[in-house]
T-cell receptor
Framework: DQQVKQNSPSLSVQEGRISILNCDYT??????FLWYKKYPAEGPTFLIS?????DKNEDGRFTVFLNKSAKHLSLHIVPSQPGDSAVYFC????????????FGQGTRLTINP | NAGVTQTPKFQVLKTGQSMTLQCAQD?????MSWYRQDPGMGLRLIHY???????DQGEVPNGYNVSRSTTEDFPLRLLSAAPSQTSVYFC????????????FGPGTRLTVL
């Protein structure tokens, strides 16, 4: 049972345009959400997070939106740059679950010059 | 600060062999965990530890053992390797607060023949 789903395995965006990566979750107990970025042959690195008490969190070019009623979150990257090409993982956790993260399958983002 | 280190980077085993994947962190993090990454599956939690002497199972613990004798080290043991354990393994560490970020190591790519 996949509790966190990223239904788009890949996404291709032109440099300078907006990249939108989507993530859905099924467990209503999740109350903290994160996005990780992963380059080939490296470990995932933390990008941005959002608590369930918010619906938006912004950090530079990256914004995460949370729609609790739809159990959906999205990551917006504006403007997209070639260095943003990577695999992006959505992850979720519960306050009661220590640091146990549940990850989505990942979306490979390619930024074209 | 070296962060989270993992050894080896690559390993090839034959079915039935045993081995230990090493993980160490120098950030004095209480929480450490092991994930495996498989194509189309995202990262799945194998085992985790909230402090020295305390370990617990994650989502996919079968075939793996862990121990946590020190804060710094969290080795993962494969008792009798199987081809289904071919994967990329990531170790991560963090403080235990709800919003504390997990830091990942560079990964170990394991192939079981």
């Amino acid at each position: 049972d996949q509790q966190v789903k990223q239904n788009s395995p890949s996404l291709s965006v032109q440099e300078g345009r907006i990249s939108i990566l989507n993530c859905d979750y099924t467990n209503s107990m999740f109350d903290y959400f994160l996005w990780y970025k992963k380059y080939p042959a490296e470990g995932p690195t933390f990008l941005i997070s959002i608590s369930s008490i918010k619906d938006k969190n912004e950090d530079g070019r990256f914004t995460v939106f949370l729609n609790k009623s739809a159990k959906h979150l999205s990551l917006h990257i504006v403007p997209s740059q070639p260095g943003d090409s990577a695999v992006y993982f959505c992850a979720a956790k519960r306050s009661q679950g220590a640091q146990k993260l549940v990850f989505g399958q990942g979306t490979r983002l390619t930024i074209n010059p | 600060n070296a962060g989270v280190t993992q050894t080896p980077k690559f390993q090839v085993l034959k079915t039935g062999q045993s081995m230990t994947l090493q993980c160490a962190q120098d950030m004095n993090h209480e929480y450490m965990s092991w994930y495996r990454q498989d194509p189309g599956m995202g990262l799945r939690l194998i085992h985790y530890s909230v402090g020295a002497g305390i370990t617990d199972q994650g989502e996919v613990p079968n075939g793996y053992n862990v121990s946590r004798s020190t804060t710094e080290d969290f080795p993962l043991r494969l008792l009798s390797a199987a081809p289904s354990q071919t994967s990329v393994y990531f170790c991560a560490s963090s403080y235990t607060g709800r919003t504390d970020t997990q830091y990942f190591g560079p990964g170990t790519r394991l192939t079981v023949l």
